[in-house]
Nanobody, 127 residues
């Protein structure tokens, strides 16, 4: 059974940095794309970043490009989301997700492409 477990969310101040972790288990993920999404209260879930577990391809929306970095650690089987220059608008529950690496690139910006989801980790940025 596939599990995605996020960690690292907490309360920070504007301008701080934070790194989230996602530890997937239950199968080999080298044929998957791993993604991060976030959902703020009263808003739809929003794509934040994704990467192909095998290879170097990464995806970011314009809203976080240059501030957020997704990476993986093969040895520890972990995916990270490094977030810099945080602001209150980044406050949300952040979710890790996994999708088959068989779609065209544009599909990985959509939450419906992802099959597996974690429970989320809360990030709160105070002003």
């Amino acid at each position: 059974q596939v599990h995605l477990v996020e960690s690292g969310g907490r309360l920070v101040q504007a301008g701080d940095s934070l790194r989230l972790s996602c530890a997937p288990s239950g199968r080999t993920f080298n044929r998957y794309v791993m993604g991060w999404f976030r959902q703020a209260p009263g808003k739809e879930r929003e794509f934040v970043a994704a990467l192909r577990w095998s290879g170097t391809t990464v995806y970011y929306p314009d809203s976080v490009k240059g501030r957020f970095t997704i990476s993986r650690d093969n040895a520890n089987n972990t995916v990270y989301l490094q977030m810099n220059s945080l602001n209150p608008e980044d406050t949300a529950v952040y979710y890790c997700a996994a999708a088959w690496a068989t779609y065209t690139s544009s599909m990985y910006y959509k939450e419906t492409t992802y099959t597996y989801w974690g429970q989320g980790t809360q990030v709160t940025v105070s002003s």
